[in-house]
């Protein structure tokens, strides 16, 4: 079953308009989407769609937010996102933070009251995209236990950070544990087993089994260094007033109410060192490592090289599993759709 990324956009808009969402709104929801699965983040993609029709029904995502600025400087602001759908107000964060950042040099937005936005990348990118360094970090509800600890308390707390220069660009987007939660919940779906050391079950044991992870605890990555950077996105994601460690909900269950919190970051080189010289040693840092010598049967990637493999890979459309088809077609039958419409 092929879904192409023209009718998973389609898909997508049509369903969140059965549900009251504002087309301009489902259109860029519509749009974080299917840059997830081109990119081949496909735990964030249409597989997650499912999860945002649950929150819906149960009126944790607000068809019609209201979304306002409740605090703000030339510099920074704080984004109130009631319960709106998370891609509609990150965009509207970050193109906050752009803003501020062509005025002052740098803009830092902060939102609360926001539901699950995505991949972290596609915020980035959009500063990335206007000459600017776009940063993006998020909290998320309790995943990931503490370097040495069982006990789930911090998230897998994404960090995802974007520039470019004339010829190269530079967009890493990583959680900060082991294993994005999302592919834990992807090999669920698909009976699929985890790799190797990346979760431990409800006593601390290692498994690959994705229902023990769950239950259990995933594990930061590079052990106390990837459990330090957790830490620190954790709070620095709730910078705005929302929940931190165990009180955030509603990223990965959706029936629960959404309370973590996101940093939206753009930094405006101009004021700085200038855009065009920024550009230029962007190009000769990014030059020097594709062109170093790589170690025997390796290749030297940037981070972002493998996704823009993966979108001209999957422009014409990609593969979903039987079990996702079964959900999206249960979706369409409720809301007088026809899957068939859509998926090849």
Do not use: W
């Not at 249409?46 to 999860?51: A, L, N, S, T």
């Not at 937010?65 to 409740?70: A, D, G, S, T, Y």
């Not at 029936?255 to 920024?278: Q, S, Y």
């Amino acid at each position: 079953m092929i879904l192409k990324p023209e009718n998973e956009r389609k898909l997508i808009i049509d369903v969140l308009k059965k549900f009251g969402v504002p087309e301009e709104d489902a259109k860029i929801t519509a749009e974080v989407f299917v840059d997830a699965d081109l990119k081949g983040f496909t735990s964030h993609g249409i597989g997650r769609f499912p999860q945002y029709i649950t929150a819906l029904k149960l009126g944790h995502i607000n068809p019609k937010p209201n979304i306002k600025i409740v605090k703000e400087s030339p510099a920074t602001a704080v984004v109130d996102g009631d319960l709106g759908l998370g891609q509609v107000v990150g965009k509207k964060a970050m193109e906050l933070a752009i803003e501020k950042a062509k005025n002052v040099g740098v803009g830092v937005v902060a939102t609360k009251n926001a539901n699950h936005f995505g991949i972290a990348g596609y915020y980035s990118e959009l500063a990335m995209n206007q000459d600017m360094i776009g940063i993006t970090i998020t909290n998320t509800e309790p995943a990931m236990a503490p370097f040495g600890g069982k006990e789930k308390i911090l998230g897998t707390n994404p960090i995802a950070i974007a520039f470019k220069g004339n010829k190269y660009k530079f967009s890493l987007d990583m959680a900060t544990a082991s294993i994005a939660r999302g592919k834990i919940l992807e090999a669920l779906r698909k009976g699929i087993k985890l790799p190797e050391g990346c979760a431990v079950d409800k006593d601390g044991k290692p498994t690959t089994d994705p229902a023990k992870a769950l239950e259990g605890c995933i594990l930061p990555f590079g052990g106390p260094k990837g459990y330090g950077l957790a830490l620190a996105i954790e709070m620095l994601s709730a910078i705005g007033g929302a929940e931190v460690g165990t009180k955030v909900r509603g990223t990965a269950n959706p029936k629960e109410r959404c309370t973590k919190g996101d940093l939206f970051v753009a930094i405006n080189p101009e004021f700085f060192m200038g855009r065009e010289e920024f550009k230029k040693k962007v190009d000769e840092l990014l030059e020097e490592i594709k062109t170093s010598e790589p170690a025997e049967g390796f290749e030297i990637l940037i981070p972002g090289e493998i996704e823009e493999r993966n979108k001209m890979k999957r422009k014409d459309g990609f593969e979903i599993d039987e079990n996702l088809y079964n959900q999206l077609k249960e979706i369409c039958n409720e809301l007088g759709l026809n899957i068939e419409d859509y998926v090849e």
